[in-house]
């Protein structure tokens, strides 16, 4: 077996149309094709790719711990001030730092239902 990349994410939503919303507006993705399926939710894909980052399900019951085992959910990312601003924008806490050494600036902030989510910046 080879390990050819990262498929995508699922998150468990406790109101989908807030946390599509969410993830629209704030990270800018679409939503897209999602095959039928006996449950609820939404597949959102970056724009201008084919393929879904990010799966959303909406009749599972949350989680105690929202975050379970997975710490966060990281994505590469452009336009720094712009997401600052978006953020502040709908009033979403977030914590900026940058790692010196390789020259990457790491926004985190968290979605309606606590899933962190980083996003990762060139700083050149």
Sequence with gaps: MTIEGMNH????SSDLKKTKAFYMEILGLQEGYR???SSTGAWLYAPGQKHA??????ERPMPKNASG???????????????IDTLKQHGIAYK???LKEIGIWQLFFYDPDGARIELDFSSE
Excluded: E, K, R
Aim: proline share 6%; hydrophobic share 60%.
């Design 9 to 12: 994410f699922t998150v468990v």
């Design 35 to 37: 095959p039928p399926m």
């Design 53 to 58: 980052i990010l799966h959303i399900i909406a």
């Design 69 to 83: 085992v997975i710490d966060h959910m990281a994505f590469t990312a452009a336009d720094l001030q712009s997401a």
């Design 96 to 98: 900026l730092s940058q």
